[in-house]
């Protein structure tokens, strides 16, 4: 079987609520635009996979994804076999550079998604089998609070309670008083659940240093990214001041950046998003390399829809994790291109039985949603 052509479906779904990574340069609320990726081979099969570009987040943009695929990616994979998948990343490495680490992460995590998919349906088992581990059963959730003011903090964690979630993930920094403040309510409200606090990188070092024994106190479980990742001396002085667990996010893309940044003592754990470090083949060696060293491994997304969440939730049963996820997709999102969306029951989402990622693409949703680029 050989890769006989790769498409890319640029879309936009529709969103609910506020999240300041789907906003507009004027604060203004955005559809969560993706691009789907199709992958076809010589023999018919078809797998899926979606790269999910957050230009508040990354450099990444849909623009730029749509094109690297169609232009760059498209042309070097055809005619290779998708079940030589290092292979595969060494050709997307070679066509898209490196920058300080692996080069549009985001836009080749689709592709991977895709290859895996491709793989799985060609031979009928899950990804959780393709790998030699358990198939998964449920993966919890966390609830994320994102309130423009605190006086909307409220209501935002009783629709998190009422959809049956337990644990919440809160976005934070630079404001520490404000912070403050979030997590205290927030463990007032909910005193026994997981509470994960995500700076984004937006602490400055003594900021951070300040906030990180008052988040403690407040019972905060973990501080993630809570300076930029390319401040190494920084992140060092923080992990040494052994206040709270301190996990990384942003700027961790391989698996030899999280083997650096441990030898560096920088950090606790990770946060593993398949799409932020070029796919499943990357995220699974960056889980086992902290299943190896004892330290915390957590998962997360960007808000992916469906498709990219069937692979997200695929990666987490499989591999067992033990925290509440930060899959927010369903919280945010109010379409789907898949033939049964997901839909959480008390704070869970189950992993997706069947072939490959587990999910049914109907190609007449994308159409839809499609959007030009």
Request: proline share 8%; hydrophobic share 40%; net charge negative.
């Amino acid at each position: 079987m050989k890769i006989e052509r790769l498409e890319a479906f640029p879309v936009e779904y529709p969103t609910r609520g506020r999240f300041k990574f789907l906003e507009g340069p004027k604060g203004e609320p955005l559809g969560r635009r993706t691009v789907l990726v199709k992958m076809t081979a010589d023999d018919g099969s078809v797998g899926w996979g979606e790269s999910v570009p957050s230009n508040k987040w990354s450099y990444e943009t849909v623009e730029s994804v749509t094109t690297t695929l169609r232009n760059y990616l498209a042309p070097v994979l055809n005619g290779l076999d998708p079940f030589d998948l290092p292979n595969i990343h060494k050709t997307m490495n070679a066509i898209i550079g490196p920058g300080f680490s692996t080069g549009m992460p985001i836009c080749k995590a689709g592709v991977d998604m895709a290859i895996h998919d491709l793989c799985c349906r060609k031979l009928n088992c899950s990804l959780a089998r393709y790998w030699g581990r358990p198939e998964g059963g449920s993966v919890t959730l966390s609830w994320t609070l994102n309130p423009i003011s605190l006086d909307r903090l409220d209501e935002s964690i009783q629709e998190g309670l009422h959809g049956g979630y337990r644990n919440f993930n809160v976005k934070i920094a630079p404001d520490i008083n404000y912070d403050l403040e979030l997590c205290r309510r927030v463990k007032e409200r909910v005193p026994t659940g997981f509470l994960w606090a995500d700076a984004n990188g937006g602490y400055d070092l003594p900021s951070a240093l300040a906030v990180a024994p008052q988040l403690a106190d407040l019972g905060v479980d973990v501080l993630e990214c809570p300076l930029p990742p390319n401040h190494i001396a920084g992140y060092r002085r923080l992990h040494n001041q052994r206040a709270l667990p301190i996990t990384m996010d942003e700027g961790v893309l391989s698996p030899h950046d999280l083997l650096e940044f441990i030898h560096l003592d920088m950090l606790d754990g990770l946060t593993i998003k398949p799409a932020r470090c070029g796919g499943l083949l990357a995220a699974r060696r960056q889980i086992e390399i902290l299943l190896d060293t004892g330290m915390i491994f957590l998962g997360s997304g960007l808000t992916e829809p469906d498709v990219g969440l069937s692979a997200s939730l695929a990666l987490y049963g499989a591999y067992g994790l033990a925290y509440p996820a930060a899959l927010n997709g369903p919280q945010y999102l109010t379409d789907s291109v898949i033939e049964t969306p997901f839909c959480p029951v008390d704070g869970k989402l189950p992993v997706p039985a069947g072939p490959g990622l587990g999910v049914t693409v109907i190609e007449e949703k994308i159409q839809a949603l499609s959007a030009v680029f």
